[in-house]
């Protein structure tokens, strides 16, 4: 019996865990081979179009993609001009400190209507991922792993697979291993797809120690 990544394409893989694939290159290449009925989730932070739009390689057409997905999906949006898409829910981030703008919009499509708060710092510097009592990866845009962690426990997916199409430093990818989802995230830029597999690495061992210390017990 093979196993589920068999279905995805094997071109352009820069790391694998049981769980999930990295994929290096540009999303819009890579998604034309995915079977887009295996995604349940879609959870993604994407470049925004007046936000290091160099940095990050925004793109026109990259937002206009998700509308080819009908499963539910959680789009982070700190953009000040509108969401682009048609959307069932419009939750809020709040960031806790007030150093820029305090509350940022993560939109829901394809899900419920209920709107929801989900709270945790943010993260631009070493002394802002001291307050969240993470590491900052150097990423811009890097979020809070806890936040990552309370959307996809609040989306209910389980056993499908949750995608991230713009993987940043890997945050999608350290929470689905932290809570055994099965996943898929696509970086454009190398020097993140090795912050990822860095931090992806990072989280296995430290469920290797986690379990090996349930033993001992």
Same mark, same amino acid.
């Given at each position: 019996?093979?196993s ?28 034309? =081979? @995915? !079977?887009?009925?295996s ?5 993604? #932070? ?8 160099? &940095? *990050?390689?925004?793109?026109?057409v ?7 997905f009908?499963c ?9 001009? =509108? @969401? !682009? ?8 981030? #709040? ?8 509350? &940022? *919009?993560?939109?829901?499509?394809n ?10 710092h ?6 802002s991922?001291r ?19 309370d ?8 056993n ?16 689905c291993e932290?809570?055994n ?9 190398e ?19 986690l ?7």
């Amino acid at each position: 019996m093979g196993s589920w990544k068999d279905q995805f394409p094997k071109e352009n893989r820069y790391f694998e865990t049981d769980s999930g694939i990295l994929y290096l290159g540009d999303c819009l290449e890579i998604m034309k =081979e @995915f !079977p887009k009925k295996s995604i349940k989730l879609i959870l993604t #932070d994407p470049p925004y179009p007046d936000y290091y739009t160099k &940095d *990050f390689k925004y793109n026109i057409v990259q937002v206009g993609v998700f509308k080819d997905f009908s499963c539910r999906q959680f789009i982070f949006w700190s953009a000040k001009v =509108e @969401f !682009p898409l048609d959307y069932t829910a419009r939750h809020v981030w #709040d960031k806790i400190t007030g150093a820029a703008n305090q509350y &940022d *919009f993560i939109y829901e499509r394809n899900g419920y209507r209920r709107q929801k708060v989900f709270r945790g710092h943010r993260i631009n510097s070493t002394v802002s991922a001291r307050f969240a009592k993470e590491v900052f990866w150097g990423h811009k845009a890097q979020k809070p792993i806890n936040v990552i962690q309370d959307i996809l426990e609040y989306s209910g997916v389980e056993n499908g697979v949750v995608f991230d199409p713009f993987l940043g430093s890997g945050t999608t990818a350290v929470a689905c291993e932290r809570l055994n989802r099965r996943w898929i995230g696509i970086e454009i830029e190398e020097k993140y797809c090795e912050i990822a597999k860095e931090r992806i690495q990072r989280e296995g061992r430290r469920f290797g120690l986690l379990k090996l210390k349930r033993r001992r017990k």
